[in-house]
Every structure is written in structure tokens, then in C-alpha cells.
């Protein structure tokens, strides 16, 4: 029998778990009855003690044989695989995923760490030819310090994984934030990072509200912060940041366009818009909210797509005949419903869903809503919704779909259904996104390739993968004579 008894979480301060006051209560989104953690309200004075300790920690750790930083994120991750079963139900009943959906992510984090834990010990430095006779130079990449780590709600291990695991391959500290609504999770992760041997301090976690944030953005002695979230808290940990001269890195939301031509393979469209617009209840960044469809195949495909999004069974995480989870949270579920308000008065047809359901618990369900009959220039088809509303463009030609696609002032994911090589080739190259996908969902990505968008959705270096090295070293040149 699965262990479900709530948790009662604390700070991870100097590698001790510092025990608080419980202030908060975590419920789960599929039965608001349920509680599944209580949570302590950090704030600065929790922030200075995990910051202290990891300016403490860092500089031992960074001189480590690298080789011993490979080792704790490889048991690390060994870890998270073989307890995916657990903690995924721990994420989705925190979260609302369902139960697949959220070992799948917890078996991705644990996938993560052993990719950096590779990293650790491959060779990021050169040797040079000087322009000077006698004289040797080379690049070292080394690490930059302690590392400010704010998490959001909707992938709470995942996210918390690739931010902390380069920082730590690479030598550096972590003080992480998590969300709100998701901390159980991320203590998921302090955990088996703590028993997979990270000296003390190395990584901390302070648990709080926006504050411990603020608080972190703004600390003297964090040299970088990478965010996810919304882009007016990142708009203000970006400024905090450089107000001190500090790194930042900032992954916000995505307004990500699913062109449908004409000539695409319509049952393979409707599953790749169905997957990048509902899975995950939607909230992803990277989430498919905005498909253009070719006039050709535009009532076929709304029809077929509207046909298969009735039938996806929403209800609880935990019932393994669930197809989409709750909302995670109250605030964002107001938002959801809201938006599908905004769309219909400014003139889109609610195609399905949209409402507020009941399941057989007390949980924060709506059904997944299609709106037909939108333009560009309307509110639903310019803000990000971050849940599983989709609206949809009709336009005449590839080239106005392009258009209409770079029609953001976001620009993290995007992709196109065709089986012309020449339009896929052509969106590849134009469509202004970080990431581009041809007849694959916009959402749902590897973890070995660099991540990130173009405009406001992104800033600073790339995540994941080769790329994160850029944010999380610092390039020292270092010249010889060897006359
Ligand atoms: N992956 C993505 O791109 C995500 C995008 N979003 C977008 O943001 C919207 C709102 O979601 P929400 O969860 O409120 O996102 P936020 O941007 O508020 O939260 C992201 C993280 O920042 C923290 N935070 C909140 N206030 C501050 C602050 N002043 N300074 C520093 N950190 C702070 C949050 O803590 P706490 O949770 O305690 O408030 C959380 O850990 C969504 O509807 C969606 O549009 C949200 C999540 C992920
Ligand atoms: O699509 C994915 O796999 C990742 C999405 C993501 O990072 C996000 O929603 O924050």
C-alpha cells in the first residue's frame, strides 16, 4: 500500500534539515480534502543561513576531483529512477499530472543528473596556438559560485534537476526555491541529493513564498539566478540581479503556434495539436495554445480535434484511466476559465470544453476547451493562458501562417504538420521560436539539447544539456611563456 500520509517539510540548511513551523498546507488539486504536505514560510533569515553555507561549501567542492562530483549526481539520479514509482505519486498528487505522466517526469530528473554527471568529467577547456612565438594559451571553464535556483509549480522535479544538476557538475552551490504549490517534490530531490553523498551545504532549500525569491534575486553574495516562471516575477528577479552585477538566467511562458497545412497527415496533426495543447493539463510552457490551420483541412481538422478532445477522460492524477489532470492550483484554474470568457466576447466560438467539471472528488477540473474563429490580434491568441485552452487561427496560405505564427511577442517553442520537405525546411529556418518542431507536439523535450525561446520568453544563456555550461561557468584565459 502506497504511504500517502502528509508530509511535514523543512528548510535543508548546511546539509541539516532545519525543522519550522508549519504555516502552509499543500492540498492536492484532485481532492482539495486531501492534504499532502505542510510547509514552513521561509524568508530572509533562512535565505542568509543556506547562503552562508553554501559560500562556505563552494569553494571545496569546486576543487573536488571531478570525479566525485560525477559520482554523488550519477547515485543521485540512480536514486530518483528507482524510486520514480514514488515520488512520481507524490508529484502527481502534489501537482495534478497523472500518475504516468509524473513518473515520466521523475525518471526524466533522474535521467538528468546522470547526463551531468557525464558532463562533470568531460573536458570544457582548449589549448591554443598563440600569436606569439613561445607562448602557450589556454581556456579553463570554472565555477562561478553559489547559484540562486527559483522553480515553477508545473514541472517540479524536472525543472529543479536541469537548473541544479550543471551547477553542481560544474562546481558551484545552490540555494533553491521551490514553488508554492510544489515543495514536497522539490524536497524530493534535496533528498536523494543528500543521500547520494553532496557534501553539507552544497545545495540547500528554503521553502517560503515569493519573498524567499525576492530575497535570493537580490542577495549579495549569489552570483547567478536562474528562474522559470511568469515574465513579471522574472522581469524583477532579472532587475534585482542586475542591479548587483549578478548572472540571471530567466525561462518564461510561450504562446507556441501549431501550423496545420493542407498537405499534412491530418490523423498525425490531430494527435501531435492534441498532445502539445491538453497533455499535462496544458501547462506547459511550451504547450501547443495556438493552431493555424490551412483553409483546406480547417473544418476537418477543428471537427477531428474537437472529436478526440471530448474524449480524453479528465479526473484524478491517481486513476490510471485518466487522460488529463486537474489544474494545479485555484489562481490558475480562475485563469483558464477566464480566458475562455475573454476569447468568446472578443468574438472566438467555443468549439468544446471549457467548463468546470465535477469528478468524483472535490478537484480543480475543466474540460478541455478549443475555440475556433480567432485572429492574431485577440487577447486569447497574444497572452499566455498556461492551461488547456486552444484557439484556433484559419488562414489561407503558408506564408500567412508563418506570419501569424511569429506573431508573438513570445518565442519558445513552435512547429508545423506538412509533408512538404520545402515548408518544413522553410519553418525551420524562419519561424522565430528557440525550438522548432515538424509534425512532432511543440511540448516534450530532450534533455541532452540545449532549451530555450527567442523574444520574451526567454533570456540569457541556453538550459540543458551542452549549453548549460554557459551559465554556469566562467571562461578563465590563461597565457604561458614557454621559451
Ligand atoms: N514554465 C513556465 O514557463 C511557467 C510559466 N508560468 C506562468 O506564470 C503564470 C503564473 O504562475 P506562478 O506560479 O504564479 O508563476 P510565478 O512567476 O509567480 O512563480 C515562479 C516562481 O517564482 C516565485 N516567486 C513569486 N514571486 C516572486 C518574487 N517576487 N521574486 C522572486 N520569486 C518569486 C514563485 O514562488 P511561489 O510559488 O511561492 O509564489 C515560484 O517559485 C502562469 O499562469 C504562467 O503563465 C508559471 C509557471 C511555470
Ligand atoms: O516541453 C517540455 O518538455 C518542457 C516544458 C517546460 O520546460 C515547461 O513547461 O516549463
Redesign the pocket.
Known amino acids: 500500500m502506497a504511504d500517502d500520509a502528509p508530509l511535514t517539510l523543512r528548510h535543508l540548511i548546511g546539509g541539516e534539515w532545519i525543522d519550522a513551523p508549519a504555516e502552509r498546507e499543500v492540498r492536492s488539486p484532485s481532492d482539495l480534502s486531501e492534504l499532502v504536505a505542510l510547509q514552513p514560510d521561509g524568508g530572509v533569515e533562512e535565505v542568509e543561513a543556506a547562503v552562508a553555507a553554501a559560500r562556505a561549501a563552494q569553494p571545496a567542492w569546486a576543487d573536488a576531483s571531478p570525479e566525485l562530483r560525477s559520482d554523488v549526481l550519477d547515485r543521485a539520479g540512480t536514486l530518483l529512477l528507482e524510486r520514480k514509482d514514488r515520488i512520481g505519486r507524490l508529484l502527481a498528487r502534489e501537482e495534478g499530472k497523472t500518475l504516468a505522466e509524473a513518473v515520466g517526469e521523475t525518471a526524466r530528473a533522474g535521467r538528468v543528473l546522470k547526463y551531468f554527471a557525464g558532463e562533470a568529467l568531460r573536458r570544457h577547456g582548449q589549448n591554443l596556438e598563440s600569436v606569439r612565438p613561445a607562448v602557450e594559451v589556454q581556456t579553463y571553464r570554472q565555477a562561478v559560485g553559489v547559484f540562486g535556483l ?6 517540479p522535479i524536472a ?1 529543479p534537476a536541469w537548473k541544479a544538476a550543471p551547477a553542481l557538475a560544474f562546481g558551484n552551490a545552490v540555494v533553491m ?5 510544489t515543495p514536497a517534490t522539490a524536497a524530493a530531490l534535496a533528498e536523494v541529493l543528500v543521500e547520494a553523498g553532496l557534501p553539507k551545504g552544497v545545495f540547500g532549500l528554503v521553502i ?7 530575497a ?2 537580490a542577495h549579495r553574495d549569489i552570483d547567478g539566478v536562474s ?8 522581469a ?2 532579472a532587475a ?1 540581479c542586475m542591479a548587483r552585477q549578478a548572472r540571471v538566467q530567466l ?4 504562446k507556441n503556434p501549431l501550423v496545420v497545412l493542407d498537405d499534412a497527415d491530418l490523423d498525425r496533426a490531430v494527435s501531435v495539436a492534441l498532445d502539445g495543447a491538453f497533455f499535462a493539463t496544458g ?3 511550451t504547450a501547443s495554445s495556438r493552431l493555424i490551420v490551412q483553409e483546406g483541412v480547417h473544418d476537418r481538422f477543428v471537427e477531428a480535434l474537437a472529436e478526440r478532445a471530448r474524449a480524453l477522460k479528465v479526473g484524478h492524477a491517481l486513476d490510471p484511466e485518466t487522460q488529463m489532470g486537474p489544474v494545479a ?1 485555484a ?2 484554474l480562475e ?1 483558464n476559465l477566464d480566458y475562455v470568457r475573454i476569447a468568446q466576447a472578443e468574438g472566438g466560438r467555443l468549439v468544446c470544453g471549457g467548463e468546470r467539471t465535477q469528478g468524483r472528488t472535490d478537484g480543480l477540473y475543466m474540460t478541455p476547451a478549443i475555440l475556433s474563429e480567432t485572429t492574431p490580434d485577440m487577447r486569447i491568441n497574444r497572452e ?4 488547456p485552452v486552444a484557439s484556433i487561427i484559419r488562414v489561407r496560405t503558408y506564408e500567412e501562417a508563418l506570419e501569424a505564427a511569429n506573431a508573438s511577442v513570445f518565442g ?1 517553442s513552435s512547429g508545423i504538420c506538412t509533408t512538404s520537405l520545402k515548408h518544413a525546411r522553410h519553418f525551420q529556418r524562419y519561424s522565430r521560436a528557440g525550438m522548432v518542431m515538424v509534425n512532432l507536439p511543440t511540448a516534450g523535450v530532450d534533455y541532452h539539447v540545449p532549451f530555450g525561446g527567442t523574444k520574451g520568453s526567454s533570456y540569457g544563456p541556453r538550459e540543458q544539456g551542452f549549453a548549460a555550461v554557459e551559465f554556469y561557468t566562467q571562461t578563465k584565459t590563461a597565457y604561458s611563456f614557454a621559451g
Open positions: 527559483i522553480t515553477p509549480w508545473n514541472f525543472i526555491k521551490p514553488a508554492g504549490t517560503g513564498p515569493g519573498r524567499v525569491g525576492a535570493i534575486a528562474f522559470t516562471g511568469s515574465q513579471g516575477v522574472g524583477q528577479v534585482a525561462e518564461m511562458g510561450g501547462q506547459r510552457c492550483n489562481s490558475q485563469q499566455e493562458v498556461f492551461g519558445l
